[in-house]
Structure formats: structure tokens, C-alpha cells
């Protein structure tokens, strides 16, 4: 591989060292200069100057009295068009979007008067020049509309195709994770200021920035060009602010308190509990020159101290119910950035930055039922740090180089409130997650640099990034062990002492580490990334402008290729072929935008491949899950050992007292032994797009796009065999971790937006359907397939497929200088998996997520068990039917206000802000993890599981509701009111 990326970077350093990283930041002004004939005006002279200082770029018309100004800084300017006989022009306020193409179109008259015209900030503008679905969220929208905890990554799903993703990392609770196009969260791509800000290890983005020091951002859903890369949903580049000639600071305070909010529906109010909730974020900013009009600073922190609570879930064994409540679940979350911003001459600059983040937090473990108890709770604390710095030259009016610096760490580490064995009951978790005592660590260096051409019709950027990640795991995953029951309380004195309680519970499975005494140590997870793309947008005529780009990637070492000779002999007889590194990841990207007449609507469309990066927990699965490291022993329960005849347990059966003693089984329940196909691939989607953009009146665009995304190569684990493994004593399966399956998705996204001060709104409207294969998303540390053998059975819907979505959010000023500002959501319910008895697979006649989607009503399923029944049911058991007016999935409504009044102050500004989420405190239900994100209990629990009883053949809990949006205090939940207060200067 030393060679190959060697290759790469050599080529990257012959072509200029151009990558991704300050295209993705940057923005690009054209336009087009005319005299009052309509005739082209060449060699006029373009001069941008920024509103803030600091800016200054030229160029000049070319023969077709068009111009083109690449890699600017996202900001306001004032443009000003200059040539000999023709007066003076100055465009004045234009904006600037990371990631867009402004458009600036002039017309010159006779020498005269200077002309000085201020651009609306109302102006609807119809993007004429490119073919990507996005949209770019502004600083006006950040700092008005009401967020609840404060993260600015919210507002993307005001964007149509985008929701709320299903929670996969056990390693950070807090973070916002994006669901795109379908996409589960794992593999979109967050960068900040152009440098990469991704959890390699698990997926999903690393640290968060404070909402004071964040400019604007843009998400491209679909269809981004070819400077982007390693996602194959969505791509995220933030732009935090910079400091201007104008010495400007800020500061604020928010307060939540438990008195001010409702209870959870889930809640039980018959408890008594009280609900332990307050918060308080304390924010400031400030920023000024360091030289005037050449150099600038700017600095922002943010401290939230918050006493939260989290559902759980708590067995009551007298009455034989689980009740619903709070434990406490406290965060402590400190953010800072610093950014410095120089000119050097007339063709230098360089950009810094330096920021950080320190969190701890009490939480849920992984879930894999649909509700923890207390003691399953984890304490977790994240550090992360980053620094990126980009020098950019100029090399003429027409070309400009940008080379980006970046490093990051972060390191994670997660321990147990309390230790014990994990109790698998079917309906919650109770005990000690199995997963923790865990910690990993990430460091990143990225070098990257874009070369941005402009020739005649042509825009020009050509580049490559080089990345290094080294990662590494500490696990005490499996020591303490892990019981598998197959009923949430006991019906029968199994072990004849006189009464029914939780000695005589049946268990199916154990499972606990073969090496108890020693954690699963992985260093040097390390991994190489290099890419390199070309991307052109050629106007070729004054109405059609083609995008074309291409881009290669490859990755050094997620195949685990460096160990490929450390892999237990037992299964190297099941790896076939020689393992090589995915060396063909050509993506293309092809499209075109057509904007005829008058430039008010634009036709625009497109195709291309692109590629998920593959994080380094697959190769933790082969190294870690290889039959010898970690040696996971699956043993028989109590179950096995029951007299058939008594109902009772021999002396010498395991008991919950003492559950580690049965005989060895044949990995059921188990991860097996992993390995990694050796014909793996990185995941790669197909994604098609058409659509329209329309300029309405008042000043408001309309969008609409067609998308369809075809993903292929997808991550499945499949039990391919089985080995006597002497390490565990007995059978263990072997189990392929391969990119064998695909993703549909297909969707009508339809947006409407009026950028104003005075009255601003965005609009969206997702309608979609998502199908998969699996619901843990590329990382198969679960059961498997129900058929090894025939994976279409696993066809089915995404565990988050939201068939419609819609959100409005606006801002106005209302009579009496108030500011006002909503946000409304409107949802589908998303589907649910319908699990045996024993939840540890779904019932096997069923599609993977059916109920809400297959099943419409409780009746419906009800038919299906009776057919099943009817033909001898499972592994000859009849299994429960659940009641005909049973909820599968619940839609979600929620509507959010801000109310503010400034008051000046002088030089200073005092804003007092009320907001209000979940106005009229709509109850709605949701889960958390990709096992059962409907929120409804989605086990087939047997109400006995005597079967002579009635309730053998009846679930009441089944359906009933377990957890609702956003938990006791996040988005959704129930209403709650924050108060708050801004300064600023």
C-alpha cells in the first residue's frame, strides 16, 4: 500500500496539492457584464471588496462579458464593475453561502454618474449554475430560530430528505446524528471549516461547536460534487465565524428547570417520583482586529450544566409489570473555539482555528430492547481537540490555491454505574450492559489543498486530501457476562421453594467471555485515506451549465489487511481468495443545470457514485471476534435442564444464583467467530436526481427534486459455517462479514424559502420510502439473518423510514419590535420489527419491520399469527396473539416558538428570549435505538408462559407505548419552557 498511496500523493503534489477541504468551505461569484445594448462588456473589471474588511479580490470579463471569482470566503460584499467609457457600478450587500454560486449580473450605461445599488436581502435568487440537492442554513436562521439544547446541526432537518437518526454509538449520547436519503447516520460526512470532523472508529461526527461561533452551513442531501467524498448520503460543511475591523462580542444565558416542563406520557404518575430536571448554558463570543483591515480574531465558549433524568424501565415482581420512571442522568458540556484570520500582501492569507470540547455525562447504555433500567446506565466522559489551518494564494486574477492543515483527537471513555451481569429480560434491560467497561481513542492528520482554475467557460478545481487515522480499543465487553431470559417474570415454582419469584425465571442463553479476568486491548487500528477528484462546471452557454467531476478513494487498512496472516487458523478455510484493498472506487459525478429566459426558474439533474467510508469497528470485529482474543461462551439456561414432566429444575441446573454452568452450545445467541470477507468493498450508492427551481413572488424560491438512490455493497454478517472451537470448549459459528446487500430509496423533495429579515421562512416537505436490509446499519454485531442462506428475507423497511415529513420555520418582526419565531414538525410513525417471544430474533414468517408498514392494525397481525398457528405455529410453539386496536408506530407533531425584544442600550443590545417547545405538549411516541425505534413494545411477550394458561396465548404488553420523542427533555418530548437573556455589542 506504500507504494499506491505514495503514487497518489505524488500525483496530488504535481497537480498543485488541490483537495476538498477549502472548496468545501468556500464560495463562488459570476456574473455578467452588458452595456444597455445587451451587448458583452469585456475587460470590465470586477473588484470584490468584504463588507467587514479584510477581502479584496479582482478579475476581469472575458470576451463574452461573463467573470468568474473562485474560493471567496463565505460573507457579504460589495461588488463594483469598472471600464473605460461606461460608469461605475457597485453591487452592494451581495451574500456569500458556503458551498453556492452567487450570481451578479450588471448592466453598464455611458460614462456619467457612479451607480451604487444595495442588493435586497429579500432577493429570492434561483441557482442557475449547479445540480447539487442542498440547501445552506444562515446565520439569520441560527441565531432566531428556537433550538432546544442548542445544537445548530437540528436545523438541518428543516431541509427536506433529512430526519432525526436512530441512536448506534454507545460512545456519545449528546451528539445531533443526521438520517439522509435514507441513510441510517453512520456514514454521512461532517467537516468544519473544511477539516474532517467524523468518528472513524463507529461513525457519525465527533465534537460539537457552540452556536455563537458558527457562520452558516450547508447540507448537500444528494448529488454533491466531486470535492466531496467518504459519505454516500449527505455532506455537512460548517463555517465558523471571523472577526472584523468592528471590535463585536456577545453573551448569553438560558435556564430550564423541571417546573417549567410537562412529564413524559410514558412516565408513571402513580410513582410519586419527582421528575430531576434543570439546565443552564451560559454563552459568549467576541472577536475584533488584531491589525485594521488586515487581521482579526475571534473567540466563543459555551458551558451547559445539566441535571437531566433519563427514561427507564423498573420490574415490579408483586404486581408483575414494568413500570415506567427517571434516573437521574447529569451532563457537564464545555465548548470553546478561537479563530485567527490574516492577509499578507495582495495574494496571501492564512486561516486557524483551535477548538475543543470536554463533556461527561450519566446515560443509557446501547439499547437492544426498548427501555434500560437504572442500573443500566453507563458514565461516560469525551475529550475532543482540533486544529486546522489553510493558507491561500493567489496565483493571477483567475487562480487561487488553498492548502489545509488539519489534526484532531478524541478519547472516549465509558464505565458502568454499577457492575453485575446484563439481565436480557424480552421486554427491557436490566443490570450492567455486557458492553462496558469500554474506551477508544482517535487521532486524525489530514493534509489537503484545492486548486480552483478559472479559464473562459470553464470553473476549475482539481484535487486530493491525504488522511491518517490511528484508533485503538480498550474492551471489557462480555467479563461480567449475560443472561438471556425468555419471560419478563416468573409463572411457576420451578425450583420448588414454596413461592414464584425471579429464582425460578427462565433463562434460554449465557454468554460471558471465555477470559474473564482481561479486557479485549486492540491498539494500532490505524487506517490511510487518500483521494483525489477533478471537478468542472462548464457553461456552455449562457443558459446551460454542465457539472462534471470524478473521484477516486481508497482506504489503506479497514479490511484489516495488515493482519490478514494473524487470522485463526480454525476459519482461514472459509475466507476465499486473495484479501486486496478496494482499489476501484471511481465515483463520477454528471449534471447539468438549464436556466432559460430570464434566469427565474432552472431545470437541473444529475447522476453519480458515490462511496461510505467503512469505520474501523469492522476490523475490531475480525480482530476482537476471532475465537481466541475475546472467546465469548454461549451456554445453555435453565431451560434446557427443565423435567418435562415436574416443571422443575434438577439440583445441578443453572440458576440465576449461579448461571455460568450449563453445557456448551453452538454459538446461538453469539457473535461467532468474525471475519471479514475478502471480496469486501467500501458501501457505494448510485444517486439520480430532477428537479425544478422557481423564483415566485415575494421574493421566495421554490424547489422541487425527484431523487432515487441505489446502494450496493452494503455490510452484512452471515453464519457461513461452523467450527469446534477448543478455546470456548464446544461449537462456535463462523460468521462473514460481507458487502453482499443493497439500499433503495426514492423520494419527492419539495422546499420553499424567503430569505428576509423582516419576514423569513423556509419550507419542507419529504415524501419517501427507504428500504434495507439490515437495521444495524453496516456494523452486524447482532444475531444475523433469520436465513443465512436466502438473505431477500431480510428485504424490508429502514427501522427510520418516514414515508412524510414536513417543517416550516420562520422568523418575523411583529408590531412592537418583537421578534417571533416557529418552528413546526409534522411526521409519519416509522415501522416496527415484530420479535418472537424471547425477542431474540423477529417472527421469522414476517418482513424485517413490518408492523406499520405490512401489518396495518393489531387485526391485521392477529390474522397472520392465526395463519402461522394454524399451520403448527414456530419450531412447533403457537405463539400470542395481541389486541386488535394495537398501535405499531405513532406519528410526530411538534411546534417550537421564540419570543424575543431587543432593547438598545447605547452600543449595546439587551434581548430578553422566552421559548416554548412542544407548544401544545402533543404526545409523541418514539424509541431511540435502530432495535425498536417505533417506541411501542414490540415483543411478543406471552402473558404465561404455562400452556395450559390462557395468557399463553395472549400479549397484553405488546404495543403498548415505552418511550416517547426526544425522552424526558430533547426534541418532541413533552412541553417545556426556557428562558433566556442576550447581550451584545
Given at each position: 500500500?506504500?507504494?499506491?498511496?505514495?503514487?497518489?500523493?505524488?500525483?496530488?503534489?504535481?497537480?498543485?496539492?488541490?483537495?476538498?477541504?477549502?472548496?468545501?468551505?468556500?464560495?463562488?461569484?459570476?456574473?455578467?457584464?452588458?452595456?444597455?445594448?445587451?451587448?458583452?462588456?469585456?475587460?470590465?473589471?470586477?473588484?470584490?471588496?468584504?463588507?467587514?474588511?479584510?477581502?479584496?479580490?479582482a478579475?476581469?470579463?472575458?470576451?463574452?462579458?461573463?467573470?468568474?471569482?473562485?474560493?471567496?470566503?463565505?460573507?457579504?460584499?460589495?461588488?463594483?464593475?469598472?471600464?473605460?467609457?461606461?460608469?461605475e457600478?457597485?453591487?452592494?450587500?451581495?451574500?456569500?453561502?458556503?458551498?453556492?454560486?452567487?450570481?451578479?449580473?450588471?448592466?453598464?450605461?455611458?460614462?456619467?454618474?457612479?451607480?451604487?445599488?444595495?442588493?435586497?436581502?429579500?432577493?429570492?435568487?434561483?441557482?442557475?449554475?449547479?445540480s447539487?440537492?442542498?440547501?445552506?442554513?444562515?446565520?439569520?436562521?441560527?441565531?432566531?430560530?428556537?433550538?432546544?439544547?442548542?445544537?445548530?446541526?437540528?436545523?438541518?432537518?428543516?431541509?427536506?430528505?433529512?430526519?432525526?437518526a436512530?441512536?448506534?454509538?454507545?460512545?456519545k449520547?449528546?451528539?445531533?446524528?443526521?438520517?439522509?436519503?435514507?441513510?441510517?447516520?453512520?456514514?454521512?460526512?461532517?467537516?468544519?471549516?473544511?477539516?474532517?470532523?467524523?468518528?472513524?472508529?463507529?461513525?457519525?461526527?465527533?465534537?460539537?461547536?457552540?452556536?455563537?461561533?458558527?457562520?452558516?452551513?450547508?447540507?448537500?442531501?444528494?448529488?454533491?460534487?466531486?470535492?466531496?467524498?467518504?459519505?454516500?448520503?449527505?455532506?455537512?460543511?460548517?463555517v465558523?465565524?471571523?472577526?472584523?475591523?468592528?471590535?463585536?462580542?456577545?453573551?448569553?444565558?438560558?435556564?430550564?428547570?423541571?417546573?417549567?416542563?410537562?412529564?413524559?406520557?410514558?412516565?408513571?404518575?402513580?410513582?410519586?417520583?419527582?421528575?430531576?430536571?434543570?439546565?443552564?448554558?451560559?454563552?459568549?463570543?467576541?472577536?475584533?482586529?488584531?491589525?485594521?483591515?488586515?487581521?482579526?480574531?475571534?473567540?466563543?465558549?459555551?458551558?451547559?450544566?445539566?441535571?437531566?433524568?433519563?427514561?427507564?424501565?423498573?420490574?415490579?415482581?408483586?404486581?408483575?409489570?414494568?413500570?415506567?420512571?427517571?434516573?437521574?442522568a447529569?451532563?457537564?458540556?464545555?465548548?470553546?473555539?478561537?479563530?485567527?484570520?490574516?492577509?499578507?500582501?495582495?495574494?496571501?492569507?492564512?486561516?486557524?482555528?483551535?477548538?475543543?470540547?470536554?463533556?461527561?455525562?450519566?446515560?443509557?447504555?446501547?439499547?437492544?430492547?426498548?427501555?434500560?433500567?437504572?442500573?443500566?446506565?453507563?458514565?461516560?466522559?469525551?475529550?475532543?481537540?482540533?486544529?486546522?489551518?489553510?493558507?491561500?494564494?493567489?496565483?493571477?486574477?483567475?487562480?487561487?490555491?488553498?492548502?489545509?492543515?488539519?489534526?484532531?483527537?478524541?478519547?472516549?471513555?465509558?464505565?458502568?454505574?454499577?457492575?453485575?451481569?446484563?439481565?436480557?429480560?424480552?421486554?427491557?434491560?436490566?443490570?450492567?450492559?455486557?458492553?462496558v467497561?469500554?474506551?477508544?481513542?482517535?487521532?486524525?492528520?489530514?493534509?489537503?489543498?484545492?486548486?480552483?482554475?478559472?479559464?473562459?467557460?470553464?470553473?476549475?478545481?482539481?484535487?486530493?486530501?491525504?488522511?491518517?487515522?490511528?484508533?485503538?480499543?480498550?474492551?471489557?465487553?462480555?467479563?461480567?457476562?449475560?443472561?438471556e431470559?425468555?419471560?419478563?417474570?416468573?409463572?411457576?415454582?420451578?425450583?420448588?421453594?414454596?413461592?414464584?419469584?425471579?429464582?425460578?425465571?427462565?433463562?434460554?442463553?449465557?454468554?460471558?467471555?471465555?477470559?474473564?479476568?482481561?479486557?479485549?486491548?486492540?491498539?494500532d487500528?490505524?487506517?490511510?485515506?487518500?483521494?483525489?477528484?477533478?471537478?468542472?462546471?462548464?457553461?456552455?452557454?449562457s443558459?446551460?451549465?454542465?457539472?462534471?467531476?470524478?473521484?477516486?478513494?481508497?482506504?489503506?487498512?479497514?479490511?484489516?489487511?495488515?493482519?490478514?496472516?494473524?487470522?485463526?487458523?480454525?476459519?482461514q478455510?472459509?475466507?476465499?481468495?486473495?484479501?486486496?484493498?478496494?482499489?476501484?472506487?471511481?465515483?463520477?459525478?454528471?449534471?447539468?443545470?438549464?436556466?432559460?429566459?430570464?434566469?427565474?426558474t432552472?431545470?437541473h439533474?444529475?447522476?453519480?457514485?458515490?462511496?461510505?467510508?467503512?469505520?474501523?469497528?469492522?476490523?475490531?470485529?475480525?480482530?476482537?471476534?476471532?475465537?481466541?482474543?475475546?472467546?465469548?461462551?454461549?451456554?445453555?439456561?435453565?431451560?434446557?435442564?427443565?423435567?418435562?414432566?415436574?416443571?422443575?429444575?434438577?439440583p445441578?441446573?443453572?440458576?440465576?444464583?449461579?448461571?455460568?454452568?450449563?453445557?456448551?452450545?453452538?454459538?446461538?445467541?453469539?457473535?461467532?467467530?468474525?471475519?471479514?470477507?475478502?471480496?469486501?468493498?467500501?458501501?457505494?450508492?448510485?444517486?439520480?436526481?430532477?428537479?425544478?427551481?422557481?423564483?415566485?413572488?415575494?421574493?421566495?424560491?421554490?424547489?422541487v427534486?425527484?431523487?432515487?438512490?441505489?446502494?450496493?455493497?452494503?455490510?452484512?454478517?452471515?453464519?457461513?459455517?461452523e467450527?469446534?472451537?477448543?478455546?470456548?470448549?464446544g461449537?462456535?459459528?463462523?460468521?462473514n462479514?460481507?458487502?453482499?446487500?443493497?439500499?433503495?430509496?426514492?423520494?419527492?423533495?419539495?422546499?420553499?424559502?424567503?430569505?428576509?429579515?423582516?419576514?423569513?421562512?423556509?419550507?419542507?416537505?419529504?415524501?419517501?420510502?427507504?428500504?434495507?436490509?439490515?437495521n444495524?446499519?453496516?456494523?452486524?454485531?447482532?444475531?444475523?439473518?433469520?436465513?443465512?442462506?436466502?438473505?431477500?428475507?431480510?428485504?424490508?423497511?429502514?427501522?427510520?423510514?418516514?414515508?412524510?415529513?414536513?417543517?416550516?420555520?420562520?422568523?418575523?418582526?411583529?408590531?412592537?419590535?418583537?421578534?417571533?419565531?416557529?418552528?413546526?414538525?409534522?411526521?409519519?410513525?416509522?415501522?416496527?420489527?415484530?420479535?418472537?417471544?424471547?425477542?431474540?430474533?423477529?417472527?421469522?414468517?414476517?418482513?424485517?419491520?413490518?408492523?406499520?408498514?405490512?401489518?396495518?392494525?393489531?387485526?391485521?397481525?392477529?390474522?397472520?399469527?392465526?395463519?402461522?398457528?394454524?399451520?403448527?405455529?414456530?419450531?412447533?410453539q403457537?405463539?400470542?396473539?395481541?389486541?386488535?386496536?394495537?398501535?405499531?408506530?405513532?406519528?410526530?407533531?411538534?411546534?417550537?416558538?421564540?419570543?424575543?425584544?431587543?432593547?438598545?442600550?447605547?452600543?449595546?443590545?439587551?434581548?430578553?428570549?422566552?421559548?416554548?417547545?412542544?407548544?401544545?405538549?402533543?404526545?409523541?411516541?418514539?424509541?431511540?435505538?435502530?432495535?425498536?425505534?417505533?417506541?411501542?413494545?414490540?415483543?411478543?411477550?406471552?402473558d404465561?408462559?404455562?400452556?395450559?394458561d390462557?395468557?399463553?396465548?395472549?400479549?397484553?404488553?405488546?404495543?403498548?407505548?415505552?418511550?416517547?420523542?426526544?425522552?424526558?427533555?430533547?426534541?418532541?418530548?413533552?412541553?417545556?419552557?426556557?428562558?433566556?437573556?442576550?447581550?451584545?455589542?
Open positions: 500500500m506504500r507504494r499506491v498511496c505514495g503514487g497518489v500523493v505524488c500525483v496530488a503534489l504535481m497537480m498543485g496539492w488541490a483537495s476538498t477541504a477549502a472548496a468545501q468551505s468556500s464560495a463562488t461569484l459570476r456574473g455578467r457584464v452588458r452595456d444597455g445594448q445587451a451587448a458583452p462588456v469585456a475587460a470590465a473589471t470586477i473588484t470584490v471588496t468584504g463588507v467587514e474588511g479584510g477581502l479584496t479580490r478579475t476581469v470579463t472575458d470576451d463574452r462579458g461573463e467573470f468568474v471569482i473562485v474560493n471567496l470566503p463565505p460573507a457579504v460584499v460589495d461588488v463594483t464593475v469598472a471600464a473605460g467609457g461606461f460608469s457600478v457597485t453591487r452592494r450587500g451581495v451574500v456569500l453561502e458556503v458551498g453556492q454560486s452567487a450570481m451578479v449580473d450588471v448592466a453598464l450605461a455611458v460614462a456619467g454618474v457612479r451607480e451604487s445599488l444595495m442588493v435586497s436581502a429579500d432577493a429570492g435568487t434561483v441557482d442557475t449554475s449547479r447539487v440537492v442542498d440547501a445552506v442554513i444562515p446565520s439569520t436562521a441560527i441565531e432566531a430560530l428556537p433550538l432546544n439544547g442548542r445544537n445548530f446541526l437540528e436545523l438541518a432537518l428543516l431541509v427536506p430528505g433529512n430526519a432525526p436512530p441512536n448506534f454509538d454507545p460512545t449520547s449528546n451528539t445531533v446524528v443526521i438520517s439522509s436519503a435514507g441513510q441510517l447516520g453512520r456514514g454521512g460526512n461532517v467537516t468544519i471549516d473544511g477539516a474532517d470532523n467524523n468518528d472513524d472508529v463507529v461513525g457519525g461526527p465527533l465534537q460539537n461547536v457552540t452556536q455563537e461561533s458558527v457562520q452558516e452551513f450547508q447540507i448537500a442531501t444528494q448529488r454533491f460534487t466531486a470535492e466531496s467524498g467518504r459519505s454516500a448520503s449527505s455532506v455537512i460543511n460548517v465558523t465565524r471571523s472577526g472584523s475591523d468592528r471590535l463585536r462580542g456577545s453573551a448569553s444565558l438560558f435556564l430550564r428547570d423541571s417546573a417549567w416542563q410537562g412529564l413524559p406520557a410514558t412516565f408513571d404518575r402513580s410513582s410519586g417520583a419527582s421528575l430531576p430536571f434543570d439546565r443552564q448554558q451560559v454563552a459568549g463570543a467576541a472577536g475584533g482586529p488584531l491589525v485594521t483591515g488586515r487581521a482579526f480574531w475571534f473567540a466563543a465558549a459555551e458551558h451547559r450544566n445539566q441535571d437531566g433524568a433519563v427514561l427507564v424501565g423498573e420490574r415490579d415482581v408483586a404486581a408483575r409489570v414494568i413500570r415506567r420512571g427517571v434516573a437521574a447529569p451532563l457537564d458540556d464545555t465548548l470553546w473555539s478561537t479563530r485567527l484570520v490574516a492577509t499578507f500582501g495582495a495574494s496571501d492569507s492564512l486561516v486557524f482555528r483551535y477548538s475543543g470540547e470536554h463533556a461527561q455525562d450519566v446515560g443509557a447504555s446501547s439499547l437492544d430492547r426498548a427501555i434500560g433500567s437504572a442500573s443500566y446506565r453507563q458514565r461516560s466522559r469525551n475529550d475532543y481537540q482540533s486544529a486546522v489551518g489553510t493558507w491561500t494564494r493567489l496565483l493571477g486574477s483567475t487562480v487561487v490555491n488553498a492548502a489545509t492543515v488539519s489534526l484532531s483527537a478524541f478519547d472516549n471513555v465509558i464505565a458502568p454505574i454499577a457492575g453485575g451481569v446484563q439481565l436480557t429480560f424480552p421486554s427491557m434491560l436490566d443490570g450492567s450492559s455486557f458492553r467497561p469500554q474506551s477508544t481513542t482517535q487521532r486524525r492528520f489530514q493534509l489537503a489543498d484545492t486548486l480552483s482554475i478559472a479559464r473562459g467557460s470553464h470553473t476549475l478545481r482539481l484535487g486530493g486530501e491525504w488522511q491518517r487515522v490511528d484508533a485503538a480499543f480498550d474492551l471489557g465487553v462480555f467479563r461480567e457476562g449475560r443472561l431470559f425468555v419471560e419478563d417474570f416468573a409463572t411457576f415454582d420451578h425450583n420448588g421453594d414454596g413461592r414464584v419469584d425471579d429464582g425460578d425465571l427462565l433463562f434460554a442463553v449465557t454468554l460471558r467471555s471465555g477470559k474473564p479476568e482481561q479486557a479485549l486491548v486492540l491498539p487500528a490505524d487506517n490511510h485515506h487518500v483521494a483525489l477528484f477533478i471537478q468542472d462546471d462548464w457553461r456552455v452557454r443558459d446551460l451549465t454542465l457539472n462534471v467531476g470524478l473521484r477516486y478513494e481508497v482506504d489503506s487498512d479497514v479490511k484489516n489487511i495488515s493482519r490478514v496472516g494473524q487470522i485463526n487458523p480454525l476459519v478455510p472459509f475466507l476465499q481468495g486473495t484479501r486486496r484493498r478496494d482499489l476501484n472506487n471511481l465515483g463520477p459525478r454528471l449534471g447539468f443545470n438549464w436556466a432559460p429566459g430570464d434566469g427565474r432552472s431545470v439533474g444529475g447522476y453519480g457514485i458515490y462511496y461510505d467510508r467503512v469505520t474501523l469497528q469492522l476490523q475490531s470485529l475480525e480482530r476482537g471476534l476471532d475465537g481466541r482474543a475475546l472467546p465469548v461462551e454461549v451456554r445453555a439456561g435453565n431451560v434446557f435442564f427443565l423435567d418435562s414432566q415436574t416443571g422443575r429444575f434438577p445441578f441446573a443453572p440458576s440465576t444464583a449461579n448461571p455460568f454452568t450449563g453445557f456448551i452450545l453452538p454459538g446461538a445467541g453469539a457473535s461467532g467467530i468474525n471475519i471479514i470477507d475478502n471480496r469486501l468493498q467500501n458501501p457505494a450508492v448510485q444517486q439520480f436526481n430532477l428537479g425544478v427551481q422557481r423564483e415566485l413572488p415575494w421574493s421566495t424560491v421554490l424547489r427534486d425527484g431523487v432515487h438512490a441505489l446502494g450496493t455493497h452494503f455490510i452484512i454478517g452471515r453464519t457461513i459455517g467450527v469446534f472451537n477448543p478455546v470456548v470448549g461449537p462456535d459459528r463462523v460468521v462479514l460481507e458487502s453482499s446487500v443493497t439500499t433503495h430509496y426514492d423520494a419527492l423533495l419539495v422546499s420553499a424559502e424567503r430569505r428576509s429579515t423582516r419576514l423569513g421562512f423556509r419550507a419542507a416537505y419529504t415524501f419517501a420510502k427507504a428500504l434495507n436490509y439490515a444495524d446499519d453496516q456494523i452486524p454485531f447482532a444475531n444475523g439473518p433469520i436465513d443465512p442462506t436466502n438473505l431477500r428475507l431480510e428485504y424490508g423497511p429502514t427501522p427510520n423510514d418516514q414515508r412524510h415529513r414536513f417543517t416550516v420555520a420562520a422568523w418575523t418582526q411583529a408590531p412592537g419590535g418583537v421578534l417571533v419565531a416557529p418552528i413546526l414538525t409534522l411526521a409519519s410513525g416509522v415501522p416496527m420489527d415484530i420479535l418472537m417471544p424471547d425477542a431474540q430474533s423477529r417472527v421469522p414468517a414476517f418482513q424485517r419491520n413490518a408492523g406499520g408498514r405490512l401489518f396495518k392494525t393489531g387485526a391485521d397481525l392477529n390474522r397472520a399469527l392465526a395463519a402461522i398457528n394454524g399451520s403448527g405455529g414456530i419450531a412447533g403457537p405463539l400470542p396473539y395481541v389486541r386488535d386496536d394495537v398501535r405499531f408506530s405513532d406519528g410526530f407533531a411538534a411546534c417550537d416558538l421564540r419570543v424575543s425584544r431587543p432593547f438598545s442600550l447605547g452600543r449595546a443590545r439587551i434581548e430578553p428570549i422566552v421559548e416554548l417547545f412542544n407548544v401544545f405538549n402533543v404526545t409523541n411516541v418514539l424509541g431511540v435505538s435502530v432495535r425498536n425505534y417505533s417506541g411501542y413494545a414490540n415483543v411478543l411477550v406471552r404465561s408462559n404455562d400452556p395450559a390462557a395468557g399463553y396465548l395472549r400479549s397484553s404488553a405488546f404495543g403498548q407505548a415505552v418511550s416517547t420523542a426526544g425522552g424526558v427533555f430533547g426534541s418532541g418530548g413533552p412541553r417545556a419552557l426556557q428562558v433566556a437573556v442576550r447581550a451584545s455589542f
